[in-house]
């Protein structure tokens, strides 16, 4: 009887409440939606920028506009369903570099091959997470370098910003520079993230989307917005045929692309444990003892994302830090995740729109998350010497090697060696050491 009343009163809660049980999260589906919106507007960059990057190695352009948007449909929304969280994947920026211009570009491995090798270290990262070694490392990882690699993300993130907004530009002299308030582009930005942030100030509800639809439409009297030259355009399948499966798995196998697959799986693995716990600290999703619960199922989301990403035509697919946009404004379960791949789905027929949405007024909503997350910094036990420079380390090595990887990398080399030399070595887990060694055995063989 006791069973059958509950399950009455299941079945009378709303469809999305029974799904993503956001009165337990304390969140609304408002709220959940705002932060979809959020969360897909910064970035959304990347339906153009890796096709733009991809078709450098002769594979379509409009194809490959296809397939990061499927790709990162699906990966999103396995996400949200397998986790209840709101992180959001699509290929990966810097992977997808890796991809054309070393492995297709500089090696002259076909980009079928290519594909083939991103197949392969996807099924490794499947294994890996079935058999629980990638939760293990996210377990492993202290607390000093989880709030470490979470105040890195967001230097690393506000840097990207203020150097898609042209405030931050390269100087052969200085190797960086303040760039010119002359240039519409960079007076838009500046005028974006002053809206934003006096948004943020004043408390107000979806601030951070509103400002990038506020600065997209001051950019049009500024002539940085271009008029969209449409609202509507039919999407049509037959224009993604020529990536669609075309990836060569046997081809991969008979090159015995180790080291390609290797590059892709270990890059990847570690982006993601640190987009992971990055993400995840800013919104409060680890337990007590600075876990992630069901990380398991987060990690697999994210490995059956590159199997799915390579099948569709794209290189790897990955969490996305700018998931900490969509947690800032106040996304908390999976809802958020299911809005953004619906953004990703809708982009297909509402692309004129979205094409006039310049990097200038995305640029604004990446610098405010950043100035977010490096709150971070004041979980660091920064009177302890052998626990503050890892963690300076880590942060710092982000933004300066522009690689949340190597950031990581450091750290882990860093805090083990220090521990073990002060004579507080059994502080330290033992997968944190063997992290270590395979970490200088990565910058001694793989630079």
Same mark, same amino acid.
């Given at each position: 009887?006791?069973?059958?009343?509950?399950?009455?009163?299941?079945?009378?809660?709303?469809?999305? #409440?029974?799904?993503?049980?956001? #009165?337990?999260?304390?969140?609304?589906?408002?709220?959940?939606?705002?932060?979809?919106?959020?969360?897909?507007?910064?970035?959304?960059?990347?339906?153009?920028?890796?096709?733009?990057?991809?078709?450098?190695?002769?594979?379509?352009?409009?194809?490959?506009?296809?397939?990061?948007?499927?790709?990162?449909?699906?990966?999103?929304?396995?996400?949200?369903?397998?986790?209840?969280?709101?992180?959001?994947?699509?290929?990966?920026?810097?992977?997808?570099?890796?991809?054309?211009?070393?492995?297709?570009?500089?090696?002259?491995?076909?980009?079928?091959?290519?594909?083939?090798?991103?197949?392969?270290?996807?099924?490794?990262?499947?294994?890996?997470?079935?058999?629980?070694?990638?939760?293990?490392?996210?377990?492993?990882?202290?607390?000093?370098?989880?709030?470490?690699?979470?105040?890195?993300?967001?230097?690393?993130?506000?840097?990207?910003?203020?150097?898609?907004?042209?405030?931050?530009?390269?100087?052969?002299?200085?190797?960086?520079?303040?760039?010119?308030?002359?240039?519409?582009?960079?007076?838009?930005?500046?005028?974006?993230?002053?809206?934003?942030?006096?948004?943020?100030?004043?408390?107000?509800?979806?601030?951070?989307?509103?400002?990038?639809?506020?600065?997209?439409?001051?950019?049009?009297?500024?002539?940085?917005?271009?008029?969209?030259?449409?609202?509507?355009?039919?999407?049509?399948?037959?224009?993604?045929?020529?990536?669609?499966?075309?990836?060569?798995?046997?081809?991969?196998?008979?090159?015995?692309?180790?080291?390609?697959?290797?590059?892709?799986?270990?890059?990847?693995?570690?982006?993601?444990?640190?987009?992971?716990?990055?993400?995840?600290?800013?919104?409060?999703?680890?337990?007590?003892?600075?876990?992630?619960?069901?990380?398991?199922?987060?990690?697999?989301?994210?490995?059956?994302?590159?199997?799915?990403?390579?099948?569709?035509?794209?290189?790897?697919?990955?969490?996305?830090?700018?998931?900490?946009?969509?947690?800032?404004?106040?996304?908390?379960?999976?809802?958020?995740?299911?809005?953004?791949?619906?953004?990703?789905?809708?982009?297909?027929?509402?692309?004129?729109?979205?094409?006039?949405?310049?990097?200038?007024?995305?640029?604004?909503?990446?610098?405010?998350?950043?100035?977010?997350?490096?709150?971070?910094? #004041?979980?660091?036990?920064?009177?302890?010497?052998?626990?503050?420079?890892?963690?300076?380390?880590?942060?710092?090595?982000?933004?300066?090697?522009?690689?949340?990887?190597?950031?990581?990398?450091?750290?882990?080399?860093?805090?083990?060696?220090?521990?073990?030399?002060?004579?507080?070595?059994? #502080?330290?887990?033992?997968?944190?050491?063997?992290?270590?060694?395979?970490?200088?055995?990565?910058?001694?063989?793989?630079?």
């Amino acid at each position: 009887m006791e069973q059958t009343l509950r399950a009455t009163a299941a079945s009378s809660q709303p469809l999305l #409440e029974r799904l993503f049980h956001l #009165e337990e999260a304390g969140t609304t589906w408002k709220r959940e939606v705002v932060a979809g919106l959020t969360t897909f507007m910064t970035m959304a960059y990347i339906i153009f920028v890796n096709p733009s990057l991809v078709s450098t190695t002769g594979m379509p352009f409009d194809a490959v506009v296809m397939a990061t948007i499927f790709s990162a449909a699906f990966a999103t929304l396995l996400m949200a369903f397998l986790t209840n969280y709101p992180f959001a994947l699509a290929p990966g920026m810097g992977l997808n570099a890796y991809f054309a211009f070393s492995v297709v570009g500089a090696m002259g491995i076909p980009w079928q091959t290519a594909l083939g090798a991103v197949f392969i270290s996807g099924v490794v990262f499947v294994i890996l997470t079935l058999s629980r070694v990638r939760e293990m490392i996210i377990d492993a990882v202290p607390m000093t370098l989880k709030k470490a690699i979470g105040a890195g993300i967001g230097l690393f993130i506000a840097l990207i910003g203020l150097s898609n907004a042209g405030i931050v530009v390269a100087n052969p002299s200085t190797m960086v520079a303040l760039g010119s308030f002359s240039d519409p582009n960079t007076l838009l930005a500046v005028i974006g993230l002053a809206v934003t942030g006096l948004l943020l100030a004043r408390r107000v509800p979806g601030a951070i989307l509103i400002g990038i639809l506020l600065t997209t439409v001051i950019g049009i009297f500024m002539g940085v917005t271009p008029r969209p030259e449409g609202i509507f355009q039919w999407p049509s399948l037959a224009t993604w045929q020529p990536v669609l499966g075309k990836l060569d798995v046997m081809g991969a196998l008979r090159l015995g692309v180790l080291e390609i697959v290797f590059a892709f799986l270990f890059v990847d693995m570690f982006d993601t444990v640190g987009t992971l716990i990055g993400v995840s600290s800013q919104g409060g999703f680890l337990d007590r003892n600075g876990n992630l619960p069901r990380a398991n199922r987060a990690l697999l989301a994210d490995s059956l994302g590159t199997v799915a990403g390579s099948i569709f035509g794209t290189p790897t697919v990955t969490s996305y830090i700018e998931s900490a946009s969509g947690v800032a404004a106040g996304a908390r379960t999976g809802l958020t995740g299911v809005v953004v791949a619906l953004g990703f789905l809708l982009s297909l027929f509402f692309m004129p729109i979205i094409a006039v949405v310049p990097a200038a007024a995305t640029a604004p909503a990446l610098v405010v998350v950043g100035a977010m997350m490096i709150s971070q910094v #004041e979980g660091i036990r920064w009177n302890e010497f052998s626990e503050a420079l890892p963690a300076f380390i880590t942060i710092a090595a982000m933004p300066f090697t522009y690689s949340i990887a190597t950031g990581i990398a450091l750290g882990f080399i860093l805090y083990p060696f220090l521990k073990l030399v002060t004579g507080r070595g059994r #502080e330290v887990h033992w997968l944190t050491y063997l992290l270590g060694v395979l970490f200088i055995l990565r910058f001694a063989f793989l630079a």
